[in-house]
């Protein structure tokens, strides 16, 4: 994913580590926690993007994300832009967005859900890739049998929003 120098970030604190939160002039483009699988190469290193704490959907997706974590919200309402990924990318990730809170599926179902039954692997790699951690809810995706596979910032933080979502804790500080 080859993302714009004219972005703007922010960095958020959240319970489970330093989340980067990367927007463009009209919405929200990226939320990665600092030390996740798939970063764009803007993060890994020096970021080439500008920092702007008081940019408004910056602030707006920091206030959201505080509220989700302190379990006060249940649906982020931002602008988001999805579109930095391929046609296949952005359709699974439109996907995860329709995954209600506290619930889950399978990335059977999101295939199924994209019309693409056959395209698990395909389905798998694109929720890896999901540029917006939390709010495009890829931790909401389980394996087949139900089991946590695979989260790009790790499966003790994909336990712990689950677990968030379901009202099952844990409430504290993971890292």
Same mark, same amino acid.
């Given at each position: 994913?080859? /993302?714009?120098?004219?972005? @703007?970030?922010?960095?958020? %604190? =959240?319970?489970?580590?330093?989340?980067?939160?990367?927007?463009?002039?009209? #919405?929200? @483009? +990226?939320? &990665?926690?600092?030390?996740?699988? %798939?970063?764009?190469?803007?993060?890994?290193?020096?970021?080439? &993007?500008? =920092? #702007?704490?008081? %940019?408004?959907?910056? *602030?707006?997706? =920091?206030?959201?994300?505080?509220?989700?974590?302190?379990?006060?919200?249940?649906?982020?309402?931002?602008?988001?832009?999805?579109?930095?990924?391929?046609?296949?990318?952005?359709?699974?990730?439109?996907? /995860?967005?329709?995954i209600p809170f506290g619930h889950s599926c399978c990335y059977a179902? @999101?295939?199924?859900?994209?019309?693409?039954?056959?395209?698990?692997?395909?389905? +798998?790699?694109?929720?890896? *890739?999901?540029?917006?951690?939390?709010?495009?809810?890829? %931790?909401? @995706?389980?394996?087949?049998? +139900? =089991? !946590?596979? +695979?989260?790009?910032?790790?499966?003790?933080?994909?336990?712990? !929003? /689950?677990?968030?979502?379901?009202g099952q804790g844990p409430q504290g500080n993971l890292l």
């Amino acid at each position: 994913m080859k /993302l714009p120098a004219s972005l @703007v970030q922010k960095h958020f %604190h =959240s319970p489970l580590g330093p989340i980067v939160l990367v927007a463009s002039d009209q #919405a929200l @483009v +990226g939320a &990665w926690f600092d030390d996740q699988a %798939h970063l764009p190469s803007e993060l890994q290193g020096r970021s080439a &993007w500008a =920092s #702007a704490p008081e %940019h408004p959907v910056l *602030r707006q997706a =920091s206030r959201q994300l505080k509220d989700y974590f302190e379990g006060r919200r249940a649906r982020f309402e931002l602008p988001l832009d999805l579109s930095f990924g391929t046609a296949f990318q952005q359709a699974v990730w439109q996907a /995860l967005l329709k995954i209600p809170f506290g619930h889950s599926c399978c990335y059977a179902d @999101v295939a199924c859900a994209i019309a693409k039954p056959s395209a698990v692997r395909a389905v +798998g790699a694109a929720v890896g *890739r999901n540029p917006l951690s939390i709010i495009v809810p890829c %931790h909401r @995706v389980l394996g087949a049998d +139900g =089991s !946590l596979t +695979g989260y790009a910032g790790g499966l003790e933080r994909k336990t712990f !929003l /689950l677990n968030l979502e379901t009202g099952q804790g844990p409430q504290g500080n993971l890292l």
